[in-house]
């Protein structure tokens, strides 16, 4: 996988592999066939608490949904033990918490926008995601803003902010179909 070092500055594109493909791939829209910066895999599970497994370039990590209400994501490190850091929703945003202490901030951009971004302490934008809906697949175009976070925070935000965006977009699916 290539380093997402290389993408500051650049718009790069998450999509599925296939129809009904559980992996997504992030990749450079321009760069044609080339290898992607970094996968999501879903794994087998009840599709709320389907635990993810993503893969960058720049590290590995475990996604584990936890909670209704309110609603926690884990973030494991490849070992599928140690603990990383903790997203702790609320009603418009999120606390990204690292085990070492730094936080990041996940937010709506408005309240009926399709774009959500993870911000640093400071509220800079670190990573956008615009989701677009598309047939047969939507798609999130993902931005990096900011060169301030180091290459593996910003590859485990891009990760985990498409992993947030497809939770919301299930969420909203299965309250539409009760």
């Given at each position: 996988?290539?380093?997402?070092?290389?993408?500051?500055?650049?718009?790069?594109?998450?999509?599925?592999?296939?129809?009904?493909?559980?992996?997504?791939?992030?990749?450079?829209?321009?760069a044609?066939?080339?290898?992607?910066?970094a996968?999501?895999?879903?794994?087998a599970?009840?599709?709320?608490?389907?635990?993810?497994?993503?893969?960058?370039?720049?590290?590995?990590?475990?996604?584990?949904?936890?909670?209704?209400?309110?609603?926690?994501?884990?973030?494991?490190?490849?070992?599928?033990?140690?603990p990383v850091?903790?997203?702790?929703?609320?009603?418009?945003?999120?606390?990204?918490?690292f085990?070492?202490?730094?936080?990041?901030?996940?937010?709506?951009?408005?309240?009926?926008?399709?774009?959500?971004?993870?911000?640093?302490?400071?509220?800079?934008?670190?990573?956008?995601?615009?989701?677009?809906?598309?047939?047969?697949?939507?798609?999130?175009?993902?931005?990096?803003?900011?060169?301030?976070?180091?290459?593996?925070?910003?590859?485990?935000?891009?990760?985990?902010?498409?992993?947030?965006?497809?939770?919301?977009?299930?969420?909203?699916?299965?309250?539409?179909?009760?």
């Amino acid at each position: 996988m290539r380093s997402l070092q290389e993408a500051v500055g650049r718009e790069l594109i998450w999509k599925p592999r296939g129809l009904l493909s559980r992996t997504c791939d992030l990749v450079d829209p321009e760069a044609g066939a080339a290898e992607p910066y970094a996968t999501l895999v879903w794994r087998a599970g009840f599709v709320m608490q389907a635990p993810a497994e993503a893969q960058s370039g720049d590290g590995n990590w475990y996604f584990l949904h936890r909670g209704f209400f309110h609603q926690n994501v884990r973030v494991l490190a490849a070992d599928g033990k140690t603990p990383v850091a903790t997203l702790k929703r609320y009603w418009r945003r999120g606390v990204l918490r690292f085990e070492d202490g730094r936080e990041f901030v996940w937010r709506r951009q408005a309240f009926w926008s399709p774009s959500w971004r993870f911000e640093d302490t400071n509220g800079t934008a670190v990573v956008r995601f615009q989701w677009r809906f598309a047939l047969p697949r939507s798609r999130t175009r993902v931005e990096f803003e900011s060169a301030a976070a180091p290459p593996t925070d910003r590859a485990l935000l891009a990760c985990l902010g498409w992993y947030m965006v497809l939770m919301s977009r299930r969420r909203h699916a299965a309250y539409g179909a009760s």
